[in-house]
């Protein structure tokens, strides 16, 4: 829930390669490059995180045997870090896995990160958390650009340890007063 597609994604289909899980799909679209597609959503927007704080992602990607990704296209499971008063200026991404040309078919991967915020990732604007496919190479005429199926997405955003203990301590210190 809460996704956005964008570009040549599509989806969600029931898929057996994942277990029976509903899956997405993105893929090059010959579009002209370099070109994106997937699927895109918010984790937080300022104040919703701060400096010391972990956000925990992950998700799971599949190339099915013959759409192999073309050239050096690639599909990340990644965190992007947008600026300026709109939160439309990119700024940088943490990405927590990749498959390209050079990953096996038929294969699922599992990726998992914990990425603590510095005081210029706390800084962002926006930070979104995205599944995306990047078209770099179109490939010869006839040859597919490639194709990547995710699913299992998660994100989260978990207080710095010192912001709990605070949150803590402020609470005991409520209670005493009532009592």
Known sequence: DGWTQFGGAEGPYDVGFFGGNAAVVANGTFGGVPNYSGYTQDLGVTGDYAEGDVISFGGEMYIESGKELA????????????????GTDYGFS??????????????????????????????????????????????????????????????????????????????????????
């Open 94 to 179: 943490i990405v927590a896995g990749t498959v390209n040309a050079d990953s096996l078919t038929d294969t699922v991967y599992l990726y998992n990160l914990d990425y603590v915020l510095d005081a210029g990732a706390a800084s962002a604007t926006r930070i979104s958390f995205d599944f995306t496919y990047v078209q770099t190479d179109i490939p010869a005429a006839g040859v597919e650009s490639g194709a990547v199926w995710g699913t299992n997405f998660y994100g989260s955003i978990v207080p710095a340890p010192g912001a709990i203990a605070l949150l803590g301590v402020a609470g005991l210190a409520g209670r005493r007063r009532r009592g």
């Open 71 to 86: 050239g050096a296209n690639n599909a990340n499971i990644q965190l992007n870090f947008w600026y300026g008063a709109a």
